[in-house]
């Protein structure tokens, strides 16, 4: 079997650590759900309680609240308070950046 030593000595250099790629995949497993990914997308547009994210999806509030504080524990969104109410945004713009080139990748295979 021909193996290309050079060709794998530069692809091991561009690995990352166990501790980048554990991380890398949760955070693609977090977003490989419907539910979390139409949340990121409605946040993506702007800040939305739990009652108007149930109300969006057509699902209970816990079952929103459940989603939420997987993706806010991965760090995917944070959070805001209002008086008594509690809005949520994607954390950061990366975020918004994986959806976007997600969107993008899917659409080239059209």
Sequence with gaps: MY????GVTAARKGMHDRDTLAGLSETFKMLGDVT????????AHR???VGDLA??????DSAVSHQLRLMKAMRLV????EGKLVYYMLDDDHIEELIRLGVRHVSERR
Excluded: F, H, P
């Excluded at 109300?55 to 209970?60: D, E, I, K, P, T």
């Design 78 to 81: 944070r959070q805001r308070k």
């Design 55 to 60: 109300a969006m999806l057509q699902v209970s």
């Design 3 to 6: 193996v290309d030593r050079v």
């Design 36 to 43: 979390r990914l139409k949340i990121s997308l409605a946040l």
């Design 47 to 49: 800040e939305l309680c």
